[in-house]
Protein backbone atom coordinates (compact mmCIF):
# COMPACT_ATOMS: atom_id res chain seq x y z
CA UNK A 1 0.00 0.00 0.00
CA UNK A 2 0.95 3.31 -0.93
CA UNK A 3 1.80 5.90 1.66
CA UNK A 4 -0.78 8.48 0.55
CA UNK A 5 -3.35 5.79 0.70
CA UNK A 6 -2.13 4.46 4.21
CA UNK A 7 -2.62 7.84 5.12
CA UNK A 8 -6.17 8.54 3.56
CA UNK A 9 -7.06 4.99 5.50
CA UNK A 10 -5.51 6.22 9.19
CA UNK A 11 -7.55 9.26 8.33
CA UNK A 12 -10.88 7.10 7.72
CA UNK A 13 -10.11 5.38 11.20
CA UNK A 14 -9.86 8.29 13.35
CA UNK A 15 -12.62 10.52 11.28
CA UNK A 16 -15.31 9.12 14.43
CA UNK A 17 -13.37 11.17 17.18
CA UNK A 18 -14.34 14.38 15.24
CA UNK A 19 -17.69 13.91 15.08
CA UNK A 20 -20.05 15.84 17.39
CA UNK A 21 -23.27 13.41 16.47
CA UNK A 22 -21.32 10.54 18.85
CA UNK A 23 -20.90 10.99 21.94
CA UNK A 24 -18.03 9.17 24.38
CA UNK A 25 -19.47 7.37 26.64
CA UNK A 26 -18.45 4.25 28.51
CA UNK A 27 -20.14 1.07 27.69
CA UNK A 28 -19.94 0.48 31.98
CA UNK A 29 -22.40 1.40 34.34
CA UNK A 30 -22.17 4.50 35.86
CA UNK A 31 -21.05 3.21 39.18
CA UNK A 32 -17.56 1.10 38.13
CA UNK A 33 -16.28 4.86 37.06
CA UNK A 34 -18.33 7.60 39.48
CA UNK A 35 -17.54 5.60 43.10
CA UNK A 36 -17.70 8.15 45.41
CA UNK A 37 -15.40 7.91 48.24
CA UNK A 38 -17.22 8.56 51.72
CA UNK A 39 -13.90 8.33 53.99
CA UNK A 40 -10.94 10.60 52.60
CA UNK A 41 -8.25 8.23 54.27
CA UNK A 42 -9.05 5.68 52.16
CA UNK A 43 -8.22 4.77 48.33
CA UNK A 44 -10.40 2.63 46.11
CA UNK A 45 -9.89 0.29 43.60
CA UNK A 46 -11.53 -2.26 41.26
CA UNK A 47 -9.90 -5.21 41.37
CA UNK A 48 -10.50 -8.45 38.67
CA UNK A 49 -11.68 -11.03 41.32
CA UNK A 50 -11.86 -13.93 38.24
CA UNK A 51 -9.18 -13.79 36.33
CA UNK A 52 -6.82 -16.73 36.88
CA UNK A 53 -8.83 -18.27 39.65
CA UNK A 54 -8.85 -14.96 41.93
CA UNK A 55 -5.18 -14.78 41.92
CA UNK A 56 -5.73 -10.61 41.58
CA UNK A 57 -7.86 -10.32 44.10
CA UNK A 58 -5.93 -12.76 46.73
CA UNK A 59 -2.82 -11.01 45.48
CA UNK A 60 -4.62 -7.63 46.32
CA UNK A 61 -5.61 -8.76 49.53
CA UNK A 62 -2.04 -9.98 49.95
CA UNK A 63 -1.08 -6.19 49.94
CA UNK A 64 -3.33 -5.05 52.62
CA UNK A 65 -6.28 -4.51 50.13
CA UNK A 66 -10.28 -5.47 51.52
CA UNK A 67 -13.99 -5.31 50.09
CA UNK A 68 -14.93 -2.05 50.40
CA UNK A 69 -18.50 -1.20 51.78
CA UNK A 70 -21.63 0.96 51.96
CA UNK A 71 -19.44 2.60 54.76
CA UNK A 72 -16.89 3.47 52.68
CA UNK A 73 -18.42 4.34 48.87
CA UNK A 74 -21.51 4.98 47.26
CA UNK A 75 -21.75 2.98 44.28
CA UNK A 76 -24.58 4.16 41.83
CA UNK A 77 -25.83 1.47 40.04
CA UNK A 78 -24.02 -1.03 41.90
CA UNK A 79 -26.02 -2.69 44.53
CA UNK A 80 -24.11 -3.91 47.91
CA UNK A 81 -24.62 -7.75 48.43
CA UNK A 82 -22.83 -10.37 49.46
CA UNK A 83 -20.82 -8.21 51.52
CA UNK A 84 -19.27 -6.51 47.97
CA UNK A 85 -19.48 -3.81 45.38
CA UNK A 86 -19.37 -6.56 42.14
CA UNK A 87 -19.90 -5.35 38.57
CA UNK A 88 -19.43 -8.61 35.98
CA UNK A 89 -15.63 -10.03 37.15
CA UNK A 90 -15.03 -6.98 39.43
CA UNK A 91 -14.77 -5.99 42.92
CA UNK A 92 -14.46 -2.87 44.79
CA UNK A 93 -11.71 -3.03 47.00
CA UNK A 94 -10.13 -0.41 49.70
CA UNK A 95 -6.90 0.42 51.39
CA UNK A 96 -5.47 3.05 53.66
CA UNK A 97 -4.87 6.00 51.42
CA UNK A 98 -1.51 6.63 52.74
CA UNK A 99 -0.52 3.25 52.36
CA UNK A 100 -1.62 2.95 48.76
CA UNK A 101 0.29 6.57 47.93
CA UNK A 102 3.27 5.08 49.21
CA UNK A 103 3.31 2.08 47.49
CA UNK A 104 2.38 4.17 44.12
CA UNK A 105 4.76 6.69 44.81
CA UNK A 106 7.79 4.00 45.39
CA UNK A 107 6.52 2.77 42.20
CA UNK A 108 6.87 5.39 40.25
CA UNK A 109 10.26 6.26 41.96
CA UNK A 110 11.55 2.68 40.78
CA UNK A 111 9.78 3.50 37.15
CA UNK A 112 12.09 6.98 36.70
CA UNK A 113 15.22 5.17 38.35
CA UNK A 114 15.33 2.70 35.45
CA UNK A 115 13.86 4.96 32.63
CA UNK A 116 16.96 6.67 33.21
CA UNK A 117 14.64 10.24 34.48
CA UNK A 118 16.66 13.28 34.75
CA UNK A 119 18.45 13.47 37.71
CA UNK A 120 18.72 17.46 39.72
CA UNK A 121 20.45 20.07 37.42
CA UNK A 122 20.05 18.52 33.90
CA UNK A 123 18.05 20.83 32.76
CA UNK A 124 20.77 23.57 33.89
CA UNK A 125 23.65 21.46 32.17
CA UNK A 126 21.46 20.68 29.01
CA UNK A 127 20.64 24.82 28.58
CA UNK A 128 24.47 25.49 29.56
CA UNK A 129 25.33 22.86 26.60
CA UNK A 130 22.70 24.23 24.13
CA UNK A 131 23.96 27.80 24.27
CA UNK A 132 27.38 27.10 23.95
CA UNK A 133 25.98 25.99 19.86
CA UNK A 134 24.40 29.34 19.54
CA UNK A 135 26.45 32.48 18.42
CA UNK A 136 26.31 35.58 20.50
CA UNK A 137 27.63 37.48 23.24
CA UNK A 138 28.75 35.26 26.66
CA UNK A 139 26.68 38.00 28.74
CA UNK A 140 23.23 37.83 27.04
CA UNK A 141 23.52 33.82 27.14
CA UNK A 142 23.94 34.12 30.80
CA UNK A 143 20.82 35.99 31.13
CA UNK A 144 18.82 33.13 30.15
CA UNK A 145 17.59 30.62 32.10
CA UNK A 146 15.19 27.63 32.50
CA UNK A 147 11.47 28.40 33.06
CA UNK A 148 10.16 25.44 35.51
CA UNK A 149 6.52 26.38 36.20
CA UNK A 150 4.71 25.24 39.75
CA UNK A 151 1.77 22.81 39.10
CA UNK A 152 -0.53 26.33 39.35
CA UNK A 153 1.85 27.67 36.69
CA UNK A 154 1.48 24.94 34.29
CA UNK A 155 -2.39 24.59 34.66
CA UNK A 156 -2.78 28.11 33.52
CA UNK A 157 -0.43 27.82 30.68
CA UNK A 158 -2.06 24.44 29.33
CA UNK A 159 -5.63 26.35 30.08
CA UNK A 160 -6.74 23.68 32.15
CA UNK A 161 -8.99 23.73 35.54
CA UNK A 162 -7.86 22.03 38.80
CA UNK A 163 -9.67 18.25 38.90
CA UNK A 164 -10.81 16.81 41.69
CA UNK A 165 -8.57 14.16 43.08
CA UNK A 166 -9.85 10.69 42.54
CA UNK A 167 -7.42 8.99 45.77
CA UNK A 168 -9.61 11.56 47.82
CA UNK A 169 -7.60 14.34 49.07
Not at 14 to 26: Q, V, W, Y
Not at 61 to 67: L, P, S
Not at 136 to 163: N, R, Y
Request: hydrophobic share 40%; with cysteine; aromatic share 8%.
Amino acid sequence: MEVSRMTRKAREDIEFLFDDNIIAKPLAPSGIESAVLKNKNLYLKWINCSFQNGAMYDAAKAKGFVNAGPNDADVPGIPFKEGAYRYAEMILMKMDRNMALGAIKASTLRALRQAGAPQEGTTKRFLKDALSEVAGPQELKKKIQVFTPDAKEADALLGSEQTQNTLGG
